[in-house]
């Protein structure tokens, strides 16, 4: 079949997220560093559209293209496993422990990160001919938006923090949409639409993906951004990581999780049965 019931593609989700928690240290390192890198690509790519054309839209349009890769490629993001595997603990899957989840969790945010900081390095190089001239328009609007998504939420303090924490959350909702999408079909093109409508909703939202911002803000620093590494992790990274981790998981993975794989018994009617017999007996 070309689609999947929910109560299948849940227990897809429980089943990944399992699969996930026992991958060896270096297969959960390899494929997080490729997502990384691969979605840092598409980062540039509807950037540079962007930039190009004036018009974001059509950069967010054609930026899920490196998700859809990524994902066909049996490649990991911290946003999905944020979702994934802790419905295998939730579910007691045997072996499954916090432990292991959070292992999980801290391998895959090292290999998304190195893999994002890999593209970062070799993009700066090549917008800046080896640092021998100035990043161009498309280096001097990734710097300007590491500005503007650091100190400008530090202006604001814990009203800033707590925006870019939701804009954290709406991100990774509509993320593992994406992820969870791509289960529901068998065929890569179901696949590849069912990814397509969520990431280009969050991307052209500006919503705060904690991969992406990998790739954005070490090389907004790189190419001149006026703000520091500090200021990335502090008014950024953590903030949004977070975001990711409670939109996905509340949103998407515990949802789904608690009304098609644990579903609660049906309502019985007893009441109107009853009444109904005692009509037809008074007849």
Sequence with gaps: ?????????????????????????????????????????????????????????????????????LYLMGFDLLTGVFVLTPLALLDKRPGVTVSGVLRNWGLV?????????????????VFTMGFNTEPGAVGAKIASVGEAR????????????????????????????????AMISTYVSGKVLAMWMPIMLFFF?????SVVNMF??????IMGGDFSV????????????????????????LTLYSTHYKTAPKRTLVAANQSSGGSEAMA
């Design 216 to 221: 954005l803000f070490p090389s907004a620093i």
């Design 109 to 125: 945010f090292v290999g998304n990160f190195a893999g994002a900081l890999t593209v970062a390095v070799m993009m700066a190089f």
């Design 230 to 253: 500090a200021d990335y992790f502090i008014w950024n990274e953590i903030p949004t990581a977070l975001g990711n981790l409670v939109g996905g998981l509340a949103f998407t993975g």
């Design 205 to 209: 939202m500006g919503f705060e993906h």
């Design 1 to 69: 079949m070309a689609y999947l019931v929910p109560t299948e593609f849940v227990t897809k989700m429980v089943d990944a997220g399992e699969s996930k928690i026992y991958m060896s240290t270096r297969d959960t390192l390899v494929r997080a560093y490729m997502a990384g890198a691969i979605l840092a690509l598409a980062a540039v790519f509807a950037v540079t559209v962007a930039v190009q054309t004036g018009v974001f839209l059509i950069g967010a349009i054609l930026f899920p293209v490196g998700f859809c890769m």
């Design 150 to 181: 650091t100190l400008g939420y530090a202006e604001y303090g814990l009203a800033g923090w707590l925006t870019i924490f939701l804009r954290g959350m709406l991100c990774n909702w509509m993320v593992s949409m994406g992820v969870v999408g």
